[in-house]
């Protein structure tokens, strides 16, 4: 086990599978101490099990990122921890869909999720660090497509550039603090998760496509967006704030 995030405690919501689940591992490895949080309760304490199992060390938190009040009691998990130090708004909702058949409850709902469930965390975090008179960092996940366009998914590119601009100005916001609170953005390209097999499908066929469609040709698996986290929480990563790391294997280059 690494030390690199030895006994800081770090949030990661959405933790219950894909991208999410492969991020709290990792930072646990790295010796962090997990808030692993998300809605699915049953698949939370899977990921407490992993963890647990290479004596890593987690704590499981039902958490809906739509709701402020859930927010303000996973902030006091982190505190009776230790004090928060990095959190990563991984958390996220996806659909492809045209734009003449996504209907107002729809775009309402990614809206909530992906904009409004980032938002407070980046505000709790904030009030946590400024409270607790500490420097932190912060991880929000966007996407390839929070960049780049990509046909029929208008409300979900329309999220994830949301999430890219509002990070660029709470990197400012933490730069003025003292101490310091960094806050950058991970771009993930096509990421072999359940986000996208329920959306197009599980076959190899299809993984075989994405592949070839990627300059580097391979699938994108949740452990290389865990290990982009783990370097964007660590202090390998001091003098990044404000910046976009994109880790897609070339889709975005082409």
């Not at 958490?63 to 982190?78: G, K, L, P, Q, S």
């Amino acid at each position: 086990m690494s030390r690199a995030l030895s006994r800081r405690v770090v949030i990661v919501t959405g933790a219950t599978r894909g991208i999410g689940r492969a991020t709290a591992v990792r930072l646990a490895a790295d010796g962090a101490r997990v808030v692993a949080t998300g809605r699915d309760a049953i698949a939370g304490e899977e990921t407490v099990r992993l963890i647990d199992e290479a004596d890593g060390s987690c704590v499981f938190a039902s958490h809906d990122v739509t709701v402020e009040a859930d927010w303000e009691r996973v902030m006091d998990i982190a505190k009776d921890l230790g004090g928060l130090y990095g959190l990563v708004n991984n958390a996220g909702m996806f659909m492809i869909r045209p734009i003449a058949d996504t209907t107002e409850e729809d775009f309402d709902a990614m809206v909530a999720v992906n904009v409004e469930g980032a938002f407070l965390g980046i505000k709790h975090a904030f009030r946590a660090f400024e409270t607790d008179k500490r420097a932190g960092v912060i991880v929000n996940v966007s996407s390839l497509m929070g960049l780049v366009g990509f046909a029929e998914a208008t409300a979900y590119c329309a999220t994830k550039g949301a999430i890219t601009g509002m990070t660029r100005a709470a990197a400012l916001d933490g730069a003025a603090m003292d101490p310091k609170v960094r806050v950058n953005t991970l771009h993930p390209g096509v990421i072999w998760t359940e986000m996208i097999t329920s959306q197009f499908g599980d076959s190899d066929a299809l993984a075989a496509a994405f592949a070839a469609d990627t300059p580097l040709r391979m699938v994108g698996r949740p452990e290389h967006m865990a290990d982009a986290v783990a370097f964007l929480i660590s202090d390998e990563s001091s003098f990044m704030t404000g910046a976009e790391l994109t880790v897609d294997g070339g889709r975005g280059a082409d």
